[in-house]
């Protein structure tokens, strides 16, 4: 497709068990970024990827998430023994390159992750 | 801490009348971006303002980027229902990250 990919779009899960999100990026985009959206809220900034590498991590809430990319392509968030404060939309997107200069980020339709 | 205060974060008026939003900050940004967010679906990019004092006109809205980069306006004339939905700015610095304002939802009422 043209467009940012993410799977699952939803996601239910019990509390304690792991869990992967995945996004496909536009293709040639070469920066990958990772948002958290509570329900109506703004977003939350995770990690941000340039190439495979994540010159960003700040934003990952507790040592029980994760990410990696792979190929300068797809990317995978996890989040370990889940909380019920996890549970948001985890949005991704991409953009030509990095940084703030006014490239555009495209956005996936997020997953919507719930933890019972 | 909230780098870019968007206000209000709530606004519901009536089919055809006029409306601003705001976004604002004491940080200086090299670019600012809107974007529209409708239920079950990512943000989408509606315009991107790079120039201190430029305006930019999409149809009905009109977006101003202040003259210090440090803020930003969206103007809508003439509301319309199609125009609900959450809105987003978002600032960026160079080769850093954008920064996301906490979004203004906007409910335009037939």
């Known amino acids: 497709g043209a467009g940012v990919s993410q799977s699952p779009s939803n996601k239910v899960t019990e509390k304690g068990k792991d869990v992967e999100l995945r996004c496909d990026p536009i293709?040639?985009?070469?920066?990958l970024y990772w948002y958290r959206q509570s329900l109506g809220q703004g977003l939350e900034f995770l990690i941000y990827?340039?190439?495979?590498?994540?010159?960003?991590k700040s934003g990952l809430p507790s040592d029980r998430f994760s990410a990696e990319r792979t190929g300068g392509s797809v990317s995978t968030l996890t989040i370990q023994r889940t909380q019920q404060e996890d549970s948001a939309v985890y949005l991704c997107?991409?953009?030509?390159?990095?940084?703030?200069?006014?490239?555009?980020?495209?956005f996936g339709d997020g997953t919507r992750l719930s933890i019972l | 801490t909230q780098l870019l205060e968007q206000s209000p974060q709530f606004l519901s008026i009536q089919e055809g009348e006029n409306l601003t939003v705001y976004c604002n900050s004491s940080?200086?940004?090299?670019?600012l971006q809107w974007y529209r967010q409708e239920p079950g679906e990512g943000p989408v990019l509606l315009v991107t303002?790079?120039?201190?004092?430029e305006v930019k006109k999409l149809k009905r809205l009109t977006f101003q980027f202040g003259d210090a980069r440090k803020d930003s306006s969206l103007h809508i004339t003439a509301a319309q229902p199609g125009d609900t939905g959450l809105y987003l700015c978002?600032?960026?610095?160079?080769?850093?990250?954008?920064?996301f304002g906490q979004g203004t939802r906007l409910t335009i009422n037939p």
């Open positions: 997107a991409s953009s030509l390159e990095s940084g703030g200069m006014g490239q555009p980020q495209h």
């Open positions: 293709s040639g985009h070469t920066a």
């Open positions: 990827f340039q190439g495979n590498s994540a010159p960003d």
């Open positions: 940080s200086v940004f090299s670019s």
């Open positions: 303002v790079v120039t201190g004092g």
């Open positions: 978002a600032g960026g610095k160079g080769a850093q990250k954008l920064v």
